[in-house]
């Protein structure tokens, strides 16, 4: 990659899991009565036809990893699993409530934290009284993401008779030295044994998460986790830059020091090397950060473009309305986002209120939903278009002329009301959806708000 781009474009930039991002949010205007209604729309328009999604946020972790930009709560009490059981469980029967109909649920994802903290009785519990008074779509796809060094067979049976056909493992590097600083100690016998045993009970994807520009990572560390990543040939990997935040996540991220992590140069050259390494073993790059092998959906979803990216990452179907349970979740109608309270106690309490916990959120204006359609058109397809009355907005040519310069650098390419990303553009997607982000470009941070983008 040309040093000279790697310069000009390395700057803070958004992921884009959503627009507008969490940071442009309207919270002012926001109240959970417009979140309720936006919410009840959604679900009305497409539950019967497509169903909905539901994310469960389970926060807690036995010991802190320095490299973790999520919400998490340390403990070692294992007491603390039930209680926070019964609290989902009871905001979900306010939103059936509010729903007014039986919910199908085509898609559910357990994340973290660390999913798999919890007991395989507790998971057992928490999905099955989830499912009571649900529909499962026919077409449905139950995910959670475990950690290699708790992960039994046993958490793996339980998730699999329920309907869990898929499951992620953070692997981030093989490089003892890396694993020290991030504090996540994890050989790769670990690894090979959940993964062996996923697919002996039959999980259809088993997925590795991989992480490059951590502190003291060199090209040659990303290039030995692969190599051995790929004796497992895992169906998915999430290939992805360490988001450096720590003004946001406070100490969780200052396990090291900056001058431990690999340059802007070293870090884009361990993607360069780590995505020539996965293509050659036969994965292809879906959307941004993302690989599988041609027989996962997730491969088959970008090839027909049904390819999906929301708070859950990326997916391999839509579904209109996504209902985020626990602390810290965020929900998503199309039309709105809402966000759980952070504080377990405040969400107990909110809870017990029998009031949803959300806190802050955001309901999208008409010209929101233009830029998320082209946002979301760039991070699941490379491409977008302005032919449809829709996909149009006043500030468009002001855009279309942010975007000549991207032009001139062989980053995308112009035909007639269209734009194509270049394969060379790739690496800059969140630069050139920066292009369309007009709440950015009306109000720029006087702070760091961002990771960096390269």
């Not at 884009?16 to 936006?38: A, N, Q």
């Not at 972790?61 to 603390?80: A, D, N, P, Q, Y």
């Not at 027989?295 to 997916?315: I, K, P, S």
């Not at 106690?345 to 830029?371: A, C, F, N, Q, T």
Request: glycine residues 6%; aromatic residues 12%.
């Amino acid at each position: 990659m040309c040093q000279k781009l790697v310069n000009k474009y390395n700057v803070a930039g958004p992921r884009y899991t959503s627009y507008p991002t969490v940071p442009y949010w309207d919270t002012g205007s926001f109240s959970l009565h417009e979140w309720e209604k936006v919410l009840k729309q959604s679900f009305d328009e497409s539950n019967r036809k497509e169903g909905i999604s539901l994310y469960v946020h389970l926060p807690f972790c036995e010991s802190l990893c320095t490299f973790c930009g999520c919400h998490k709560r340390i403990t070692k009490r294992h007491e603390v699993e039930l209680p926070y059981i019964k609290a989902v469980l009871k905001e979900w029967s306010l939103y059936r409530t509010l729903l007014g109909a039986k919910p199908k649920i085509k898609e559910l994802h357990i994340g973290g934290g660390t999913p798999t903290f919890f007991s395989p009785e507790n998971l057992k519990f928490l999905i099955s009284e989830l499912f009571k008074a649900s529909e499962i779509a026919e077409d449905y796809e139950f995910s959670f993401e475990g950690h290699p060094n708790n992960t039994t067979a046993e958490h793996l049976q339980v998730l699999y008779d329920l309907g869990f056909r898929r499951v992620s493992f953070g692997v981030q590097d093989y490089n003892i030295e890396v694993q020290k600083a991030i504090n996540r100690v994890q050989p790769f016998e670990n690894v090979k044994r959940v993964t062996d045993l996923a697919r002996t009970i039959g999980y259809t994807s088993v997925g590795h998460d991989i992480i490059f520009g951590l502190p003291f990572q060199t090209e040659a560390d990303v290039i030995e986790t692969i190599k051995k990543t790929e004796a497992l040939m895992p169906d998915r990997i999430a290939f992805y830059s360490y988001a450096h935040v720590p003004w946001i996540k406070g100490n969780g991220q200052r396990g090291f020091k900056d001058a431990d992590l690999p340059s802007a140069a070293s870090k884009r050259k361990q993607y360069e090397t780590g995505k020539y390494t996965l293509e050659k073993a036969g994965y292809v790059e879906i959307g941004m950060d993302h690989f599988a092998l041609q027989t996962d959906a997730l491969y088959q979803a970008m090839q027909n473009e049904t390819l999906h990216r929301n708070f859950m990452g990326y997916t391999a179907s839509k579904t209109q309305a996504m209902i985020g349970l626990g602390v810290s979740s965020i929900s998503d109608s199309w039309y709105g986002f809402a966000q759980n309270v952070k504080s377990i106690s405040d969400y107990y309490r909110l809870i017990d209120e029998h009031i949803i916990p959300v806190y802050r959120g955001h309901i999208l204006g008409d010209e929101d939903l233009k830029i998320r359609r082209h946002i979301l058109n760039l991070m699941c397809h490379f491409k977008t278009s302005w032919t449809a009355p829709e996909m149009t907005f006043a500030e468009l040519p002001e855009v279309l002329i942010k975007l000549k310069e991207l032009e001139h650098d062989g980053l995308v390419v112009f035909g007639r009301k269209q734009m194509t990303v270049t394969e060379k553009g790739r690496p800059f997607i969140r630069n050139i959806c920066m292009a369309f982000d007009l709440l950015l470009q009306r109000k720029k941070p006087n702070t760091q708000l961002f990771s960096m983008t390269i």
